[in-house]
Structure formats: C-alpha cells, structure tokens
C-alpha cells in the first residue's frame, strides 16, 4: 500500500514473546498513536522498525518498495525520536543545529522556529526537560524524512512544551506520517487520527479512551 507498511513483526526475548506477528501502517497526512502497558512492546516496535533492535521476523514497504531495517538510517525515510536524548550536552543549540542542517536556509527556518530562538545559546544538557524535547521534535520534523517515529514526546515535559509539539505536529502533518507513542494518552489523541493499542503481543485498533478502558489500559 501507499505510505510506511510494517508487517509480520515479531519479537521475543528469550522465551518471553513481545510482539507476535504484528501489523500496522501510516500514510502521509495522518498521525497514528500507540497505547501499550509497560513492557507491552511500543518501544521495541519503533525499535525494530527502525533498525536498532533485530527482530525475529519483519517485513517493511514504504510507497510499495520492500526495504530492510538496515536500509532505515542510511535511506531517510524514517525519522526516530527515541526516549533517551540523542543531542550532544555539551554543545550550544545554536551549534547543534548545523550539525544536522548544513544548508543555511534549514537553519534560519529551525532557528526561527517558535520558542528555538530563546534556547540558542544555552547548552543542551543546561535545557530543562521540556524544553530539550522540544527542541528534538523540531529537529526532527525538519528533516525531509517522510515519516516520523515519537517515543514518548510528551512524558515528564512542561505542559506549555507540550502544546508547542502539538502545534507543531498538527502542522507539519500534511507532508509526513507521524508515529506516537505515549502513556500520556489525553496528549496523544488529542492530536491522532487513529489509534492502536499493543497487548498480548498483539496489535488492536481503538477509537477513542473508552476502548482504552473497556480494553484494560485505562481504569474505568
């Protein structure tokens, strides 16, 4: 199909099954959010997908063309927003941002971005929580990648820098597939167009937070 298709992904540890011959895809102009109980799998998923952690089995097409996980980084077809920073601390933002951007008008355009300006001459391991994550999202949704993978954007951040992620990710929609995960649900589906749930290794779709309850993940 048109867009990024994941199929026949499974994965164990050991004789523990994770993921069990899953599923799913996101097109370009849709965000699709996936809800999971810890240590369900939402983490290993985007991991697999995108080639830092080896799967039993996995099968991936973007636009029809089958690729490999090890074709993921190099291609750039897939950003990853993993839950551990990935930005140097002991750089200045103003100083990230070329690494990544060489091109002088992607920096004007990251710099210029709201609420980056601020932050451009401070170090990134001096960035409050909130404030570094955004920074990553923004990063991140610059680059030409058409698809996106978010873990966790939302955790443990100030709720002014989650309104800015979602501003941003409502906006930058119509040109990319966004995947996001998040155990702050009210967030995530504030902003998806549809949602998935992991549990028992398997892959269940939900419409809004009353299938999250009736399913288990939330308390009624």
Same mark, same amino acid.
């Given at each position: 199909?048109?867009?990024?298709?994941?199929?026949?992904?499974?994965?164990?540890?050991?004789?523990?099954?994770?993921?069990?011959?899953?599923?799913?895809?996101?097109?370009?102009?849709?965000?699709?959010?996936?809800?999971?109980?810890?240590?369900?799998?939402?983490?290993?998923? #985007?991991?697999?997908? %995108?080639?830092? *952690?080896?799967?039993?089995?996995?099968? @991936? +097409?973007?636009? =029809?063309?089958?690729?490999?996980?090890?074709?993921?980084?190099?291609?750039?077809?897939?950003?990853?927003?993993?839950?551990?920073?990935?930005?140097?601390?002991?750089?200045?933002?103003?100083?990230?941002?070329?690494?990544?951007?060489?091109?002088?008008?992607?920096?004007?355009?990251?710099?210029?971005?709201?609420?980056?300006?601020?932050?451009?001459?401070?170090?990134?391991?001096?960035?409050?929580?909130?404030?570094?994550?955004?920074?990553?999202?923004?990063?991140?949704?610059? #680059?030409?990648?058409? %698809?996106?993978? *978010?873990?966790?954007?939302?955790?443990? @951040? +100030?709720?002014? =820098?989650?309104?800015?992620?979602?501003?941003?990710?409502?906006?930058?929609?119509?040109?990319?597939?966004?995947?996001?995960?998040?155990?702050?649900?009210?967030?995530?589906?504030?902003?998806?167009?549809?949602?998935?749930?992991?549990?028992?290794?398997?892959?269940?779709?939900?419409?809004?937070?009353?299938?999250?309850?009736?399913?288990?993940?939330?308390?009624?």
């Amino acid at each position: 199909m048109n867009g990024l298709l994941i199929t026949n992904l499974t994965k164990s540890f050991g004789t523990k099954n994770i993921l069990s011959n899953i599923s799913l895809h996101c097109t370009i102009g849709e965000i699709v959010g996936v809800f999971g109980r810890n240590g369900t799998g939402k983490s290993t998923l #985007l991991q697999c997908v %995108f080639g830092t *952690l080896r799967s039993d089995s996995i099968q @991936i +097409q973007i636009d =029809y063309e089958q690729i490999t996980p090890k074709e993921i980084i190099p291609g750039r077809k897939i950003g990853y927003l993993p839950q551990d920073s990935f930005l140097p601390k002991e750089k200045k933002v103003r100083d990230v941002i070329p690494i990544l951007f060489p091109d002088g008008e992607d920096q004007d355009t990251i710099f210029y971005t709201k609420g980056i300006y601020e932050l451009e001459t401070r170090k990134v391991g001096a960035l409050s929580l909130g404030e570094l994550r955004y920074l990553e999202v923004v990063l991140l949704c610059h #680059l030409a990648h058409p %698809f996106l993978m *978010l873990d966790e954007p939302f955790s443990m @951040i +100030q709720p002014a =820098y989650k309104e800015l992620i979602k501003e941003l990710l409502l906006h930058i929609k119509s040109k990319k597939g966004i995947i996001v995960t998040d155990h702050y649900y009210e967030d995530v589906l504030s902003v998806t167009d549809r949602n998935l749930l992991i549990k028992e290794g398997n892959i269940l779709s939900i419409k809004d937070s009353n299938d999250l309850v009736s399913l288990g993940y939330l308390r009624g």
